[in-house]
């Protein structure tokens, strides 16, 4: 069973970079089938999704965050990242994980596998 766990500090600092952790169970992130991706559920807005890193490393980002996403991964760990920089209190949000077959399933909101998410609050 394919499982995906969130991490990260609930609570940043205006201008601080995020940083996030993904750890997966169940499937190896090298295997050639899924796209693993961060998606966010901000208070009464659409889900928004960052970008994702495919099975074999190779990485593409959503350009609504204008350069400010960086997604990497440890293969050691099974473990990929989020980093999101200069955030601001709006990029205060339910921050989840997922796995996902294709582009089209990460950007309509529909990936197959989903962490059960972690808030973090961008606050002084």
């Known amino acids: 069973q394919v499982r995906l766990q969130e991490s990260g500090p609930g609570l940043v600092k205006p201008s601080q970079t995020l940083s996030l952790t993904c750890t997966v169970s169940?499937?190896?992130?090298?295997?050639?089938?899924?796209?693993w991706t961060w998606i966010r559920q901000s208070s009464g807005k659409a889900l928004e999704w960052f970008g994702y890193?495919?099975?074999?490393?190779?990485?593409y980002y959503s350009p609504s965050f204008n350069g400010r996403t960086s997604i990497s991964r440890d293969t050691s760990k099974n473990q990929f990242t989020l980093q999101l920089s200069s955030v601001t209190p709006e990029d205060t949000a339910l921050y989840y994980c997922?796995?996902?077959?294709?582009?089209?399933?990460?950007?309509?909101?529909?990936?197959?596998?989903w962490g059960q998410g972690t808030q973090v609050t961008v606050s002084p």
């Open positions: 997922a796995a996902a077959k294709s582009l089209h399933d990460i950007v309509v909101g529909t990936p197959e596998y």
């Open positions: 890193i495919h099975y074999n490393g190779n990485t």
């Open positions: 169940g499937v190896s992130i090298t295997t050639n089938y899924y796209s």
